[in-house]
């Protein structure tokens, strides 16, 4: 009996040891990732960039363009939050965020933190499908993915630099790569499925269009002064701040080559698109480009997202009419003609920049965010 009850006691024992092993379904469910905050004291400086950026203040809790916009989706009502799965990733109940079983509380830090550090740094590798890449998480808590070698090791976390994805900017398109065919875009059933309509150019879904000297992390974490960690000094690190629209990238023009040249009747201002995406990426984006002769505005042109798809219109839930043809696509150029004869002492002045979020849309779902609004100059050309 004794050896019975001992028998019985070790092989609990045991079976508890095999249902810890994680399941499928316990890895899939990843939550659980250290705060922002405890990066603080070792990486104040990244911290600090990071702490305004897109990445952090991306969902409900501290972007008003994304609440505007989730509270005009005919999926609010139903309160699943299916933006989580990008807009707030390291959330701790995203399952039921998504399935509508549980509400977003106002002080859930794992939905503040945004896309967190530690939910960007644990991404190991990318799952390729054709509606859009998807982010795979490693289970293993505090091991972070870089690309330094190690100097001196730190006590909070253990270093991997052996992913490539880190380094070619892959890692990047998990989530940016939101709707690769653009038949996949709106749900058939129910035409207001989805927040984006976003046609990543397959030049940006290409993998290879990502190259080991020219990625989204070198144009979009260039490398600026300021140690990495203040454990000991290294010259430089990638900036957090993530410069594109709302941090605006200062220098644009070498990536946007904006060019003039004379005609005997006319003169041509051509926009060259060096970059491996559009110009446009998220359809509530507008650019405009001012053509100036001697300070006055002698033409402007309005650019916005395209859709090669009369059938899938973006935001077709708010019965927004936009013309959506006028994009400059990846390494491409788009040339305009102006209709005046040049004199010699004439001045022409090209302006390229753009409001983070149209004010027509703007008005439309009520969002006053000053910020989203305001028009940004990113190219100002004199010739
Ligand atoms: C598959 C990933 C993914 C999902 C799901 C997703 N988004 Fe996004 N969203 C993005 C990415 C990536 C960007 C940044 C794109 C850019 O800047 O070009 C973005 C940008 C936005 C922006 C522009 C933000 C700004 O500050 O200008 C809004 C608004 C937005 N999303 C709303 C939503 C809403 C609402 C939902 C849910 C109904 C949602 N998104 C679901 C990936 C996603
Ligand atoms: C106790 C101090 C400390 C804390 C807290 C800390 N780190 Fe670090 N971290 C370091 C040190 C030191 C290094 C450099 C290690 C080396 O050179 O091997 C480092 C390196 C890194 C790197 C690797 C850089 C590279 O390219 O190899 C990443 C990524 C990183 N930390 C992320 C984080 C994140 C995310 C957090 C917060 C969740 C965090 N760290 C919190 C001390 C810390
Ligand atoms: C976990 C998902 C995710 C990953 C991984 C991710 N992003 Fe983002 N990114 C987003 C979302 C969502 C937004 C929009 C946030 C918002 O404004 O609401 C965004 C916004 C941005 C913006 C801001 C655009 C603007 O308005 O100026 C830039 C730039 C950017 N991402 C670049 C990158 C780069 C570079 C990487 C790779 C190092 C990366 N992202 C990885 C989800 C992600
Ligand atoms: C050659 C430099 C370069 C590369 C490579 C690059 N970008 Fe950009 N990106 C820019 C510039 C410049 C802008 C600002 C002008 C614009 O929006 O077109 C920008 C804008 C953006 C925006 C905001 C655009 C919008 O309409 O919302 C996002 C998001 C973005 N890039 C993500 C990425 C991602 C992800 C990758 C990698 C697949 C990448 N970028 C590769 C230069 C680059
Ligand atoms: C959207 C993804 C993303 C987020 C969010 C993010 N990082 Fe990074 N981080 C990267 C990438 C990619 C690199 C590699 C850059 C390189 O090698 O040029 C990097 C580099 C680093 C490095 C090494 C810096 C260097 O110059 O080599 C540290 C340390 C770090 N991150 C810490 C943090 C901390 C702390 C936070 C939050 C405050 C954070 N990261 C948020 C993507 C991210």
Known sequence: MKFLSLYLFLSTLLLGNIADIPTDEAIKVKGKFSKNKKCVRCHLDIYKEFKHSKHRNSNILN?????????????????????AKCHAPAAENIDELINGTKQIESEDKSIDDGISCALCHRISDIHATDK???YVVSDTKRVYYGTRESKQRSDYHKIKTDNPIYK??????????????QKLLIDKQDSSKYCVFSKVDAN??????????????TCHMPQVSGSFTDRFNSKTHAYHGFTALSKKMKNAEKYIDISLEKQDKSFEITIDNKMSHDLILHPTRIFKLKIYLNDKVVKTITFQKESQDKEYKPFSWLKEEIKYKN????????????????????????VLGYH???????????????????????????F
């Open 63 to 83: 972007n008003p363009a994304h609440k505007a916009m989730w509270e005009n989706n005919p999926l609010s009502k139903e309160q699943k939050y299916v933006c």
């Open 132 to 134: 859009g890449d998807k």
């Open 168 to 181: 070619n900017g892959d890692v990047c398109l998990t989530c940016h790569t939101q709707h690769k065919k």
């Open 204 to 217: 940006v879904t290409k993998v290879s269009q990502n190259t080991k000297e020219e990625n989204c992390i």
């Open 327 to 350: 994009n400059i696509l990846a390494k491409s150029k788009r040339t305009i003609e102006v209709d005046i004869t040049l004199k010699p002492e004439d001045k022409v002045r090209a």
């Open 356 to 382: 983070v979020f149209n004010p027509k849309l703007a008005e439309k779902i009520g969002l006053e965010d000053k910020k989203s609004l305001e028009y940004k100059i990113l190219i100002n050309k004199k």
